[in-house]
């Protein structure tokens, strides 16, 4: 029992794909077109086969987007282009 709750207590500081897709509220495959153009940051190479993403460097990406009252263009609009509204 303490080993679980010991687990339990210990919060993640890097996250894998799924995880942090949903950890950034976007599916999977937005999330990887996000990191391919560079709006989120690309992962970290934990071994040679497992790529993690830091929970810090994604929480920088998103505060660093422009929010609804910003002047700036919103770095996203590219998914939305060509979609009828």
Known sequence: MAKTLR???VE???LRKSDAAMFCGVSVPTFEELVSVGTLP???C???HTKIWVKDELTAALM???NEASDKTNSLDFLFEGTPI
């Open 42 to 44: 690309s992962p970290r």
């Open 46 to 48: 934990l071994t040679e």
């Open 64 to 66: 660093d987007l422009p």
């Open 12 to 14: 993640p500081m890097a």
């Open 7 to 9: 687990k339990s207590l």
